[in-house]
């Protein structure tokens, strides 16, 4: 049995990361789930939040805020597809603030059931996301 996994991050514009690790965390759609080497081999969808991955040593966290997607767990080797990845370190808190407000006061002025909610609650849920993960950045 491996002792690394061989994590991938891709976008649609790019491959973010692409590295050995030794945990990857991630915001599954049934809830917050953990793999280790030697996983069981999966695909579930993910929600806009936090992955973490341990790197190859010991110390050394990291995390990303991502988007809407999917993760693919076979063997040692786990893709992350989403629709946003942005490292912790790169993100900008006043413009992540911002958007989380712009979405918060855009949910005000929207009735109930009208099909753009959803996509204010989307937006909502990204912004929260990379201001959690910055919150996390190594520093």
């Known amino acids: 049995m491996a002792e690394r996994l061989e994590l991938d991050v891709v976008t649609p514009e790019r491959r973010v990361l692409h590295m050995e ?6 915001p599954g759609v049934l809830g917050e789930f953990g793999v ?11 929600q806009p939040g ?3 991955y341990r790197g190859a040593q010991a110390d050394e966290t990291r995390v990303l805020a991502v988007g809407r997607g999917f993760i693919e767990i076979v063997g040692d080797k786990v893709t992350v597809l989403v629709d946003t990845a942005e490292a912790a370190e790169e993100i900008d808190t006043a413009r992540a603030e911002a958007a989380r407000e712009r979405a918060a006061q855009r949910l005000k ?3 109930s059931e009208s099909p753009e909610v959803v996509e204010a609650q989307a ?15 190594l520093r």
């Open 21 to 26: 690790v030794q945990e990857v965390t991630a």
């Open 36 to 46: 280790l080497p030697g996983h069981v081999s999966f695909v579930t969808g993910l």
């Open 50 to 52: 936090v992955v973490t």
């Open 109 to 111: 002025e929207l009735a």
């Open 123 to 137: 937006a909502q849920h990204r912004a929260e996301a990379r201001l959690t993960a910055a919150s996390k950045t």
